[in-house]
Every structure is written in C-alpha cells, then in structure tokens.
C-alpha cells in the first residue's frame, strides 16, 4: 500500500501564486445584518485555509444532496442536472488551484457555491435548499474522516509487517530482556520485535472501531431541527457510502466524538512509536551496540565527524508530543459546548489535520528504518550474563521439588555469592552451589545457557521457537482486515490499500 498523503488531500500545499479564478468572495448569510464583518474579525472568522482539503468532499456531497432534492420533488430534472453539470465545472476549476490563496470567501462551501452559482446562474443558489453548513460540514469531514482512518491503517500494517520480518529475520539472535532498563531475562530479538508490533495492532483495532463511528451521515439534520422537505436520507446514505443516517439532528450537527476518538488513536499511535524510537536510540548507542541504523535514516554532526545520529526515532519521539497536545486541545474544545452546533467546533479541523498529516509523514519514515536496520550478534552476545539465567536456577529447584519462595531465595544467594567473589554466575562450582541448596546436580550447568532458558519458555506468547512462530502467526491473522463497507474513493487521488503481502 501507498500509505504516502496525495499532495493536496491530506497535506495542503503552501504556495503564493494567486489561483487564476478570481472572486472576492460572498458570504451564504447576512440578509438581518447591516455592516459587514470587521477587518479583524474577518481573519479570525475564515476557516478557508483549513477546511480547504475538504473542497472535494464538499462536491461530493453537494451532487448527492442534488440528487436528494431532485428525488424530494424540489428540483426538476433539468435543475439537478443543471447542477450537477456546474459542480463538475467547479471541481475541474479547482483542480488547478494551488491553494486557497488569493480568495475572499470565508470557507471552502462558500467557495463552492460561489463558483458554482458564477458557472450556471441563479439555479445554483436552489443546492443549499434545506440544508445547512452544519450539516453540510460535518457530512464533508466525515467523508474525509472515512478516507484519513483507511490511510492511517495502510500505513499502520507496512509498519507491522517491517517488525514482523525482522523478528523472523533475528528469531535465532538471543538477547537481554530488560525490565527497569536492567537486564533481566534472556530473550529472542524477534521476541522484543514482535513485542512492538502488537501494540501497532492495537491501534489498527481502534481505526476500524473509528471507522465504524465516523460511517454515520448527518447530510439532512439541517441546523439543528432535521430537514422540512421530504429527502430521503437513507438514499442519501446509499449514494454517499454510509452505512447508517445520524437518529438526532441535533446530535448529528454537533457530533464529534469520531474525530476525538481518531485523534485518541493517533495519540496512542505516537506514543507506540515513541516507545520503538526509544529502543532505537538506546540500541543504537556506542554503549549498547545491539543494532545500526541505514545510513539513510541517520545524520552527522556539524561539528564532530565521528557522529552517527538516530535523528528518525529522536523525530519520531518527538513528533509523539505533538499528537497528545493535539487530542488535549479538542477534549478541550468539546467539553464545554451547550446544545446544539457551536462555532467552536471550526477548531476541530486543525487537530485532526494536523494529527493525520503528522503520522503520513512519520510512519513510512520509522518503517523505512526498522526494515533497514541491522542487529549485531556479537555486541548482543557480549552482553548476556549468566545472572540472566537466575530465575532458571530457581526453576531447577522447583522442578525438584522445592517451594518457589525457597528456591528464589536459593538462587539470589547463588547470585549474591558470584558478585562477591567478581565471578559469573556459572563460575561457579558445584560444591558452592550444594552448599546453598543439595538439590542442585551436575546438569545445572545448562540451565545458564540463555539459548536453553529462551527454548525452555514454550507457553503460548513465550520466548521459544515454536512460540515464536506460533505468535508471528497470530499476528498475521490480527492483520488481516476484516471487511468494512465500500468507502469510495476520492475523485483525483486514492488513499493507499492494504498491501498484498503476508506476515507469515
């Protein structure tokens, strides 16, 4: 899957060049009012820069809600098709734009209506009929809602897939387990891999269940009281791929629960990544030395030649900030707004913009890295100590017969024995170790092979071969995607699809 954002969808581009439509703008209100807008709230009321990525979805809906009215009996068939003629028209304009540079008009809806009334007359003006930019904005921020979640889960599993091959890759490299940053037991490097990749799963589980609750039109609430023409909305949902019309007109305005919950998960997305990208700075240092990272995801100093910087997973790291900040900001928003639609909620966009385009750019970056980076067996090797294995020593004891309590009592002896005599653990001798307990024989010895102690763990999510293999199975079978409606595509560009290849 092409999990990269279309420029211009997901990511608006930047640009001075004035677009070669002109228009100075008109507003869809104002008949009760007097005075124009002040020149400073005028700034502070446009919302054009931001909702401009929705301009087609706007056409979108508008065609269908054309439709709607023409079945409802309030337009002919020669008004909608009129219509319908003009809002390709105005999406063949917009193509061209750069951006929303050089435009008056408030919002991209203005922009649309705008254009579209200069392309066919006053029949254009017929298109808003019983419908509201209440309405009319939550329907468009949906459907790019719908596209965002589908973008973000295919760039979600190369990710997961990456981890997965290098687990199986590394599956036979044995390496510290840390617990406090202290090494703690010895375990499969595909092991700790795979230990990152289920949490991504986890994130792919949230986007299906926003999925879900983003599927859900409100195209016919109006502004708060629900449309008085009688449009069918369940034909509007069919022809816009909903899967189910919003049940309250006042809830479908004002909802936003989807994107808080798009933004949770982009939050947890980054903090998962964070997690990676810490693993890969420690592991990456001169003092630990497991893994390097490919040239092409690190950088050099200004200053000191000998440098390598893991500068992906400090950015990555970093990036994590910025997606919680950004699912404070909109809890923030919403969790004082009365009933009904409030104009607070044009602040909804820039959260759940920025969180999208934040995760496009870095996670096809991490992904690159994790399925460049190589692991040193050697430096890993270096590293294992026998005190690794003294909870196998324990395990010994209970395999005799001995209380667990007493035999981990035994075995912190063993270890406390080694440290003063600056000893190994399997330094040991066998007179010192039956002196701490009989029950230990001569095979005790294999127990502080750290392969042995890996291999010995063979439950379900343990640390052994079949294990491993067994947990790279269930993995793959979490990814695969269950089946969640058509989600139709956007007219230029198509969020990447889920890639063909197979974890296992």
């Known amino acids: 899957m092409d999990s990269r954002a279309p420029p211009g969808w997901f990511t608006p581009p930047a640009t001075d060049r004035p677009n070669t439509v002109g228009g100075s703008g008109h507003a869809l209100w104002g008949g009760r009012f007097e ?123 190369p990710l997961i897939e990456a981890l997965a091959d290098k687990a199986r890759e590394t599956a036979d490299i044995v390496m510290p387990g840390y617990t406090h940053l202290q090494q703690a037991q010895p375990v499969p490097a595909g092991h700790w891999l795979l230990s990152r990749a289920w949490p991504l799963v986890r994130d792919l589980e949230h986007l299906r269940a926003v999925h879900r609750d983003c599927d859900v039109l409100p195209l016919g609430s109006g502004a708060i009281a629900g449309c008085p023409f009688d449009v069918d909305r369940a034909a509007l949902a069919v022809d816009l791929g909903f899967s189910r019309v919003s049940e309250n007109s006042m809830d479908g305005v ?23 990208a810490e693993d890969l700075v420690l592991f990456s240092s001169s003092e630990f030395g497991f893994l390097r990272l490919g040239d092409a995801y690190t950088t050099g ?19 994590s900030g910025r997606l919680v900040g950004n699912l404070m900001g909109m809890l923030t928003v919403l969790k004082g707004l009365p009933t009904g639609y409030n104009r607070d909620l044009q602040e909804d966009k820039h959260a759940v913009f920025d969180s999208v385009d934040t995760l496009a750019v870095v996670l096809p970056a991490i992904t690159g890295a994790v399925a460049t980076m190589t692991l040193n067996p050697g430096r890993i090797g270096r590293a294992l100590r026998a005190e690794l294995c003294a909870t196998d020593l324990a395990d010994y004891l209970v395999r005799r017969g001995v209380p667990f309590r007493e035999a981990h009592h035994r075995a912190g002896e063993l270890v406390r024995i080694a440290e003063g005599a600056d000893h190994e653990l399997g330094d040991l001798t066998l007179e010192e170790m039956t002196a701490v307990h009989p029950a230990f024989g001569e095979d005790v010895y294999r127990v502080l ?56």
């Open 35 to 157: 005075d124009g807008l002040a020149p400073e709230m005028e700034v502070l009321n446009r919302s054009l820069d931001v909702d401009w990525r929705l301009w087609r979805h706007d056409i979108r809906g508008s065609r269908a809600w054309a439709r709607g009215l023409e079945r409802a009996g309030l337009l002919s068939s020669l008004e909608a098709a009129e219509i319908d003629r003009g809002l390709l028209e105005v999406e063949r304009e917009l193509e061209e734009f750069d951006g929303p540079s050089g435009l008056g008009d408030e919002d991209i809806h203005t922009v649309v209506e705008r254009l579209l009334t200069e392309a066919i007359g006053p029949v254009g003006g017929k298109l808003h009929t019983g419908r509201s930019r209440n309405d009319q904005v939550s329907t468009d921020f949906r459907l790019w809602g719908r596209e965002a979640v589908d973008l973000l889960r295919g760039s979600l599993v």
């Open 254 to 276: 004002s909802d936003r629960d989807w994107a808080a919950r798009l933004l949770f998960g982009a939050a947890m997305t980054g903090v998962h990544l964070s997690q990676v």
């Open 301 to 319: 100093s200004s200053l000191m030649p000998q440098k390598r910087n893991p500068d992906v997973a400090e950015l990555t790291r970093g990036k």
């Open 449 to 504: 092979d750290p392969a042995a102690s890996v291999e010995s763990r063979a439950v379900r999510g343990g640390t052994s071969g079949a294990a491993l293999q067994a947990q790279l199975e269930a993995l793959a079978e979490a990814v695969e995607e269950p089946a969640t409606g058509t989600v139709p595509p956007p007219p230029r560009t198509r969020p990447g699809r889920a890639s063909g290849r197979r974890i296992r």
